[in-house]
């Protein structure tokens, strides 16, 4: 339950430490063995672990229906959370997600949409996956989702929607399946992973082998150099001559690190062969986003081996995957320039044109009929053959030039009309603001001749979009050309290419190979940040304030009257006294309780009765469950029960919310994942006794703790009807508090008894109840607090009867900038320089920040960044000054010397305030004003946001100390020291 406070390095160095030395002995190692030594090769073939759980899902998944001509990514967002999302708990944690199912009964376009979460309350963006239709050949076809890589989570939400008229309505045979990569040895791990994909590609175990084509071999890292485990493939490679490409994106994450490149091609490997059962991965090749290739399938890379990657025309195809998703986000020019290095390698290697089209026999597919003939090109993306998005609209788009360059690179078509051949240089692929870049380049005509005309330089947002002409420049007559651009805006991230129209004879349209730009702002010399936060309310600020309850109470509203307040609309219902089960404790190795009076344990036969006070142990061993008690032991096939006879059990194994004692109702003991589960099944009476006053003060109104009586009620029957699994809550703040039987106080226990039954209600449905400590004056709209669709029922509305609470307002809170740093972690781009809200709810609650930096701007949603930086809530203002030189310049002048301080303050002052200088050279601190100057900035993506800049000289005479402030912000303070 998301109430009150939302309860929520050295390790880093010592890796980097240990990488850096572990190299250096496995590169000097592998060089001084002989190259083909077989411990070094046997070494770097060792598996690494990969975990795969499988998880079911419901027997139907319902899909949600969008017309193609609302088929754009938020309109499939909106069709797939409407029909329903899955909440899942694989059991553990994971780094890379797969889904499968049976094949859906109508060909259509299926998009699956997850998110994951480490803690179930803040969650990631939702990643679009497609679902593909796949088989090797001679096998029954299949439905899945490639295994996409989503980073650690521990929690995932699921939803799909179909594309089209006549679309299917629910997915059956639905299995998650939830990888770990990261194996189990933690840092030991992760370097022993770093040094093999090292000593792999130094060592003949790592290194690929020369070609036969004219056109030079990549270099690539081979199966051993990744870590197959070869145990996990079955049979040997077919082969078939090759006479097309496809290419393919992974989906996913586009965020993991070069060390973590090698661990998803393991995974997507696992996933293939113990997932989806194949012989092998499905893939010829990979290339990661850092532009590394993989050798994918076994029987060489040379071979014409027949993958597992389009369904109908894996034979005389090879297969290419983009590790990522390149929906909306174009590759970078490391990717496209590997890719036609690849392509180039391995279609000439075979005799294909690359710019020709193919006719292919379809040997069974959800697009064409088996047998039936198709031409394709010989350089296609995944959904020219298959009904997939993949390989994404972004890199669908690059194809085109990838042909092109392709072509260019093997000297394809030298008879007929082939595009003009380009190449693009940049100058630097990183400056900062107001320096020059020079782009440069050649053009060759199709016959290989210095081409003549004007080129034109194209450029577009590295995140995407349409192409357009940014500068022209006339070729030399060597087909040369250079152009020097001095790059004023910042920052900025650029995709370039050149490209030479076609003359309409033998020479057809050219573009380069894209290349990559980063614009950055200039940052002062040095300067260093401090922050001030405040705020107001305690908690996410949706649904039921607590402490506005008490304060509703205490002005004479009833119960009814505080929840109509703050569920908007809602009316009541009765549900009775339904029996929830709670999950007291997870993962145990055993459970110990025991009772007062006797009490009995039943298994599937019949009970056995157990003698008051004495302790009864449940272990799992050997797949059955051992019960010891007093001098007797005994083993039950199936979970047991323990009942007491009169009284309540005694729970001596501590829940997860660090309770032991007595707890109404039974306790059942199951397992799960080879430990055990400890489960209370109580009526919903009982529990709220224990939930109440662990929720909310016994001494408050009595109408406060009614109306929290009812939140909590609603909440956990909501939990119990949407309950798929072995229990219906946790009894920590995941659900509810639940303290059990010691918790209880008897003016809670009178409102629960009260309100028996009483839930508020919506449609006759008991509401999602959310509540929280309170609101600062006013409460929030759930799709602003959370990234979900609104609910009528709960809207912000305005809150003053919670003036009462201790952080009704909060702060000011001091931050240094490291300490916002470490907490931001990869949200800061170089240094922080300032928390800029850009999108506000109505409360008005941080609903999008942006994390603005000296090498660029992130951003980041309000409940992410109230996690990472521990605040109160998302209703906060962020204020910084800067100043620089910073104290660890450690500036000297001579007595009199001038120096210049500066900085910034986000967000701006009014036109013509000032800020404070103060200045300490003699124990007493003296002050004197500066004025400023407002300034816009840009943030991307559309946002702006202002800040006033100072600047004032001083000349000490003596060594002093300067800071700048404004009210209870200040700077970090600076020292100047004086020599002579």
């Known amino acids: 339950m998301w109430w009150r406070n939302d309860k929520t390095g050295h390790g880093a160095a010592r890796l980097a430490a240990l990488l850096l030395l572990g190299t250096i002995v496995a590169l000097a190692a592998a060089w001084a063995a002989p190259r083909s030594s077989g411990a070094v090769e046997a070494w770097v073939k060792s ?15 319902r899909l949600g229906q969008v017309d193609r001509r609302d088929a754009s990514p938020a309109g499939r967002l909106r069709a797939a959370r409407d029909s329903g999302v899955e909440t899942i708990d694989p059991g553990a944690r994971f780094t890379m997600l797969g889904l499968v199912c049976d094949p859906p009964s109508d060909d259509a376009e299926v998009e699956v949409r997850l998110r994951t979460s480490i803690d179930g309350r803040v969650w990631s963006r939702w990643y679009a996956a497609p679902l593909e239709v796949a088989a090797e050949d001679g096998q029954a076809p299949q439905a899945y989702v490639d295994a996409l890589w989503t980073g650690e989570g521990r929690f995932v939400q699921v939803c799909a929607v179909a594309v089209g008229d006549h679309a299917p309505r629910v997915l059956t045979g639905v299995e998650l399946a939830a990888l770990d990569t990261e194996g189990r040895s933690g840092v030991v791990a992760q370097v022993g992973n770093v040094l093999r994909r090292v000593v792999a590609t130094v060592s003949a175990a790592g290194l690929a082998a ?17 870590g197959a485990d070869e145990s996990l493939r079955k049979g040997n490679p077919v082969t078939a001559p090759v006479k097309m490409a496809f290419v393919h994106h992974t989906a996913g994450s586009n965020e993991y690190t070069r060390q973590q490149a090698a661990a998803l091609v393991r995974g997507i490997y696992v996933y293939h062969t113990t997932g989806l059962g194949w012989s092998d991965i499905g893939y010829n090749f990979l290339i990661d986003r850092f532009g590394t290739i993989y050798v994918g399938r076994a029987g060489g890379p040379r071979q014409g081996v027949v993958g597992a990657h389009v369904y109908g025309f894996n034979t005389g195809s090879t297969g290419v995957s983009v590790m990522g998703t390149h929906t909306s986000q174009a590759p970078s020019p490391a990717v496209t320039d590997a890719l036609i290095r690849l392509l180039a390698w391995k279609l000439e290697l075979h005799g294909v044109d690359p710019l020709a089209s193919i006719r292919m026999t379809c040997g069974a597919s959800d697009k064409y009929t088996a047998g039936q003939t198709v031409t394709l090109p010989a350089i296609s993306g995944h959904r020219d053959a298959n009904y997939t998005e993949c390989p994404g609209e972004a890199l669908y788009a690059e194809l085109g030039a990838v042909r092109t360059a392709v072509g260019a690179r093997i000297g394809s078509r030298t008879g007929a009309p082939a595009p003009y051949a380009l190449t693009l240089s940049l100058s630097a692929a990183q400056v900062v603001q107001g320096a020059k870049v020079t782009y440069s380049g050649t053009v060759k005509t199709a016959a290989g001749a210095a081409a003549g005309g004007t080129v034109t330089l194209q450029r577009r947002p590295a995140a995407g979009g349409d192409w357009k002409a940014w500068r022209t420049a006339k070729l030399s007559a060597t087909g040369s050309w250079s152009l020097a651009v001095t790059m004023t805006n910042a920052p900025r991230e650029w995709q370039l290419r050149a490209r030479m129209p076609g003359d309409g004879g033998a020479n057809l349209t050219g573009l380069s190979p894209v290349r990559g ?43 009814k009257a505080i929840l109509r307040h ?59 469950y051992r019960v ?32 032991t004692g007595p707890h109404r109702g039974t306790v059942r003991v199951r397992a799960s994942g080879g430990k055990l589960q400890m489960i209370n099944d109580v ?63 008897a003016r809670t226990d009178a409102a629960v008894t009260a309100t028996a ?60 900038g490291a300490q916002m740093e470490g907490a931001l972690g990869t949200a800061v781009r170089g240094s922080l320089l300032a928390v800029c809200p850009v999108e506000l709810g109505v409360s008005p609650r941080i609903v999008k920040a942006a994390v603005l930096g000296t090498a660029g701007t992130s951003f980041v949603h309000g409940a992410e960044l109230r996690t990472r930086l521990s605040l109160n809530s998302t209703w906060a203002t962020f204020t910084s000054l800067s100043i620089a030189p910073a104290a660890r310049d450690e500036v000297t002048v001579l007595p009199g010397g001038a120096v210049v301080l500066e900085g910034r303050i986000y967000p701006a002052l009014a036109d013509g305030a000032a800020v404070t200088l103060r200045s300490e050279s003699d124990g007493t601190w003296r002050e004197s004003a500066v004025a400023t100057t407002r300034h816009s900035q840009s943030l991307g993506s559309g946002y702006t946001t202002a800040y006033s800049a100072y600047r004032v000289t001083v000349t000490p005479s003596v060594t002093t100390r300067y800071c700048f402030a404004k009210g209870a912000a200040v700077s970090p303070t600076t020292t100047i020291k004086v020599r002579g």
């Open 47 to 61: 598996p690494r672990d990969v975990t795969l759980r499988r998880v079911s899902i419901r027997p139907r998944l």
């Open 210 to 226: 020369p070609a036969e084509a004219a056109t030079e071999a990549p270099t690539w890292v081979t199966r051993a150099g990744w």
């Open 517 to 559: 730009l980063r614009v950055t702002a200039p940052a002062p010399a040095t300067q260093e940040t401090a922050f001030t936060i405040s705020g107001r309310g305690w908690g996410h600020g949706v649904g039921l304030s607590q402490w506005g309850a008490r304060g509703l109470a205490l002005e004479g509203r009833d119960y």
């Open 566 to 624: 703050y569920y908007t609309g809602v009316g009541f219902s009765d549900i009775g006294n339904p029996k929830v089960r709670v999950l007291l404790g997870g993962g145990l190795g055993a459970v110990k309780l025991t009772c007062a009076k006797p009490y009995t344990v039943r298994g599937s036969a019949d009970a056995v009765t157990i003698a008051a006070n004495v302790t009864a142990t449940t272990t799992y061993v050997g797949g059955k």
């Open 628 to 659: 010891t008690a007093g001098g007797w032991s005994r083993d039950f096939g199936v979970a047991v029960t323990f009942t007491p006879s009169a009284g309540q059990l005694k729970v001596l194994t501590p829940t997860d919310a660090g309770v």
């Open 683 to 745: 009526g919903m009476q009982g529990y709220l006794r224990g939930v109440v006053p662990h929720e909310m003060p016994a001494a408050w109104p009595a109408e406060a703790l009614k109306a929290q009586a009812c939140a909590a009620r609603a909440y956990a029957e909501g939990s119990r009807r949407q309950a798929s699994g072995s229990f219906d809550l946790y009894c920590d703040t995941r659900s509810q508090a639940y303290g059990g039987v010691g918790r209880e106080d």
């Open 757 to 816: 039954g009483v839930v508020p209600s919506a449609a006759g449905q008991p509401i999602q109840a959310v509540y929280f400590s309170c609101s600062g004056g006013r409460t929030e709209n759930v799709e602003y607090a959370w990234q979900t669709g609104p609910i009528s029922y709960l809207k912000g509305v305005d809150d003053p009867y919670d003036d009462a609470a201790p952080k009704h307002t909060w702060g000011p809170i001091a931050r240094t």
